[in-house]
């Protein structure tokens, strides 16, 4: 979890964690911060959860930029919280989180936002993803608009490029094909995901993320990782290696109250 700051409903959300999640406290969490927190922070983190708590100080790498991209002269169609720092943690979620020599220790990364809450009961989702052999729990289809988003569209073009100079089979031509719509183009909804580390760490997939990390189009055009992490379940990962969160039942919602 990529915590900002500490806040009481970010402690409320941690407790329906620990309620909810039918695991017997079994999963450590690890908070990921990238602002100084005060001791009284980690302590009132520490205290809050059952579950084994750890840290870990993210900020030099959260705020690097691709090689020979040049942030002062390079214009974006898309500002929030500043020029950047939208853009530099969609780079974190996309590329620069499985290139962490910290996490090479896990097996399955589950991502939760801050703002994320499990609603209900939850069983344990690692001990599906081992027993279905699947590297990747998705969340809701959403869709990221060109209208919105100028310059999304430009993924469609990238990625065919892609397919044929590197002689790309995807895995899932379908849900490929279902990507790009009438100015639209389908995402995974990943405030929650569960990703499988050795997947994202295997030699084809690290190339296609460093192919588009070198296109500079998450800071020009605002391409979302959870675009990206659609595209490359479509390329590099067979429809049964992707389970579905609402094919679960599983209760949860983002930015709710």
């Not at 941690?14 to 980690?42: C, H, M, P, R, V």
């Not at 959860?49 to 898309?78: G, I």
């Not at 001990?127 to 060109?146: G, H, P, Q, T, W």
């Not at 992490?229 to 390329?235: K, Q, V």
Request: charged share 25%.
């Amino acid at each position: 979890m990529l915590i900002p700051r500490v806040s009481s409903k970010l402690i409320q959300r941690l407790q329906l964690l620990d309620s909810n999640f039918e695991d017997n406290f079994t999963t450590g969490i690890l908070f990921l911060y990238t602002n100084d927190l005060y001791k009284a922070d980690f302590l009132r983190l520490t205290n809050t959860m059952k579950r084994q708590v750890s840290f870990l100080n993210v900020a030099e790498v959260f705020n690097l930029f691709p090689t020979e991209f040049d942030a002062c002269k390079t214009k974006t169609s898309y500002r929030v919280r500043g020029k950047w720092n939208y853009l530099l943690m969609i780079r974190f979620w996309f590329k620069t989180l499985f290139e962490l020599p910290q996490l090479q220790q896990y097996d399955y990364i589950m991502r939760l936002d801050d703002d994320s809450k499990l609603l209900g009961r939850w069983f344990n989702v690692f001990d599906e993803m081992r027993r279905k052999k699947a590297v990747y729990f998705a969340n809701d289809i959403d869709v990221d608009l060109e209208t919105q988003l100028p310059g999304t569209m430009n993924m469609k073009q990238v990625t065919s490029d892609y397919i044929k100079r590197n002689n790309i089979h995807p895995k899932q031509m379908n849900m490929l094909n279902q990507a790009f719509n009438n100015n639209t183009v389908w995402n995974y909804y990943n405030n929650f995901e569960v990703s499988k580390v050795e997947f994202f760490r295997r030699r084809e997939v690290r190339h296609w993320v460093d192919t588009i990390d070198s296109t500079h189009g998450i800071f020009k055009y605002r391409w979302g990782d959870a675009v990206l992490r659609y595209l490359t379940m479509a390329l590099f990962a067979e429809s049964h290696e992707v389970l579905h969160r609402p094919a679960y039942n599983l209760p949860y919602c983002h930015k709710c109250l």
